[in-house]
């Protein structure tokens, strides 16, 4: 019926057009974001072939590779990764979800916020490393320590994050979904989880990055496995191109997790414009 | 029924009560009711609306009564920060008055009492066109062939159905506005709320808008109220307009619209008839506007001494 003026009303918003021009722009952006490590390695090596730069301090990147390639074929790298991956997984769901549930509470309750919101706020500014020799103390030297660890670290920018993000959904949204008869689980499935997502998801990626590194941390103090463990180990035997295959793996599971959380924050809020 | 002087409450409609005509006006700029509708299906008695704010009492509606007949279109017009919203709020059961009460006659049997079209932007972002459309149904479980059935029977009235996956910030404001008047409908009220529905939009996008709303409330013919500042808007689309005093917010007048069913908008604007309720509905809100600048006008010396700012709707 009023399809005659549809086309000219969706071309002013051009909805396929945008995207297109933006990946355009994110081919251009990747290839560059290759390019300047790249580079930089060259010239690092180059470096270190001609002596301008300490070897002892700033090995080669060829050795490095070397170093790795060796750890990687006896399965010790392996096994250290595994040991870091497997605290950060379980870690991070057991900050993630009480953080989850209780944001959200806090943000839908105004008294449950003033009772909570103190205790959250004025725990919050403690460095979390500074936490690791009570943690140490509760939990002891097996990974139960770890895990904490790494929960406290996702559990603070989580609940933080997912609290302010239900604070700022219009309360319009609140009043359709009454008037429409959502009920109480409703309004939280339909529009406070929701309208919080973006948010959450902000609180996640920042909490995954506070996680990882007190990972690393905790393994130096109390483990005999896992990446921190590896590079500490490193320190005290004076490899210095473990510490450094240390380094560079942590960076990439660090890089692995951004783009992993990026892929599920464009499917848990479609909606929101693309990045 | 007219002596429980039950305050702040809504009730449903004593069928006994039904057919009293109260008008709370000064003047009926028109010729008095020609139908005779005898079925009250939302009875406004005597509520008054008061905020506490921090610089003081704001009386947005001032012992306000009226009568709106079952299937009739009713339009409120009324300067800004007059009380409309807040009245319609009342009516759809998110404030209630501080003083008076509001009946609203008993809803069909499985259907909702009222639907809001929201002043603004009120569609979910984070919701498809389609979810946003069947909203009031999946909230109520009815089963899902049902709101099938009904949502792209509203979708197809609306021009949305190529749009159904679509999500908000992918649409034009007048689609938007669509899909808010897709998701009242298909809820199957018994009656609409609708609070400055076209106000944000551009001219052409309006008069298209509001001949697809006729069109299709003509299939249903609920009781409707709707808010508008525009006077042709009201003549347009009303069978009664009710003019409403600057604040605090009451009836000033009551205005018949004697223009028949269905009606064609664009050549309703062609007819003598119609420049001469849009001059009456003017002269009786000339006034009120005007005292309501002046009320502004006192305000900042106000606000000014508080410190304060109130946020108005
Ligand atoms: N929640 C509220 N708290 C305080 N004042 C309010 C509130 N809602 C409305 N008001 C005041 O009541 C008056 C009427 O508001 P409203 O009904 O939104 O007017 P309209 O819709 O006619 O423009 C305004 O002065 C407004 O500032
Ligand atoms: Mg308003």
Not at chain 1, 40 to 64: N, T
Not at chain 1, 127 to 152: D, R
Not at chain 2, 292 to 302: D, F, N, V, W
Request: charged content about 20%.
């Amino acid at each position: 019926m009023v399809t005659s003026e549809m086309p000219a009303e969706v071309g002013t918003k051009g909805r396929a057009q945008r995207p297109k021009r933006r990946s355009g722009g994110r081919g251009r952006d990747s290839a560059l974001a290759v390019l300047t490590p790249v580079v930089l390695l060259l010239v690092w090596e180059l470096l270190v072939r001609v002596d301008a730069v300490d070897a002892r301090f700033f090995p080669a990147p060829s050795a490095i590779f070397e170093q790795m390639l060796t750890m990687m074929s006896s399965g010790e790298l392996w096994d250290h990764t595994v040991a870091s991956l497997r605290r950060l997984f379980i870690g991070f769901w057991l900050g993630l979800v009480p953080a989850l549930l209780l944001g959200v509470v806090m943000g839908l309750s105004r008294s449950l916020r003033a009772a909570i919101s103190p205790l959250v706020s004025g725990t919050y500014p403690i460095p979390k490393s500074a936490l690791l020799p009570l943690i140490l103390l509760i939990f002891g030297l097996g990974e139960m320590s770890k895990i904490v660890m790494v929960a406290i670290g996702v559990f603070y920018p989580v609940v933080l994050n997912t609290m302010a993000g239900v604070l700022q959904i219009q309360p319009m949204y609140y009043d359709v979904a009454k008037n429409f008869g959502a009920r109480r689980w409703q309004v939280f499935r339909t529009v406070a989880l929701p309208g919080a997502m973006p948010s959450i998801m902000t609180g996640v990626e920042l909490g995954a990055g506070l996680g990882l590194i007190l990972i690393a941390i905790a393994e130096m103090v109390g483990a005999n496995s896992g990446l921190g463990f590896m590079i500490w180990n490193a320190w005290e035997l004076y490899s210095v191109e473990t510490m450094y295959v240390g380094l560079l793996v942590i960076a990439l599971i660090g890089y692995g997790l951004a783009l992993l959380l990026g892929q599920v924050a464009r499917i848990v809020t479609p909606w929101q414009a693309q990045r | 029924m007219a002596g429980t002087a039950v305050t702040g409450k809504r009730v449903p409609i004593d069928s006994t009560d039904i057919g009293r005509n109260t008008v709370g006006a000064e003047t009926a700029a028109v010729a008095p009711t020609k139908r005779q509708d005898t079925d009250v299906k939302v009875a406004v008695r005597a509520v008054a609306k008061r905020f506490d704010t921090r610089s003081g009492t704001v009386t947005a509606l001032d012992e306000l009564t009226l009568d709106i007949p079952r299937g009739q279109f009713f339009m409120i017009v009324g300067p800004s920060g007059c009380g409309k919203t807040t009245l319609l709020r009342i009516l759809a059961g998110l404030e209630d008055p501080t003083t008076g009460e509001v009946e609203v006659g008993t809803a069909t049997e499985g259907r909702p009492e009222n639907s809001m079209i929201f002043q603004g932007d009120s569609i979910f972002p984070w919701m498809t066109v389609w979810d946003n459309a069947s909203y009031g149904l999946r909230m109520r479980g009815v089963p899902s062939g049902k709101i099938r059935e009904v949502v792209g029977h509203y979708l197809d009235k609306t021009g949305l159905t190529a749009f159904r996956d679509s999500y908000p910030h992918q649409l034009s404001g007048g689609m938007r506005q669509r899909v808010s008047i897709a998701r009242a409908f298909a809820n199957d009220p018994d009656v609409l709320l609708m609070d400055e529905p076209f106000s944000a939009l551009d001219e052409q996008n309006k008069t298209l808008l509001q001949s697809e709303l006729l069109r299709i409330w003509d299939e249903t013919r609920k009781t409707v109220v709707f808010i508008t500042h525009s006077v042709d808007e009201a003549v347009t689309l009303g069978d009664r307009i009710m003019v409403m005093t600057s604040r605090p917010g009451n009836a000033k007048a009551f205005v018949e619209v004697p223009f028949e069913r269905p009606r064609d908008v664009l050549e309703l604007r062609h007819r003598p008839e119609y420049g001469d309720i849009v001059y009456d509905i003017w002269q009786q809100l000339r006034d009120e506007v005007e005292r309501s600048q002046q009320a502004q006008a006192a305000a900042p010396a106000r606000r000014g001494r508080f410190g304060l700012r109130r946020g108005g709707r």
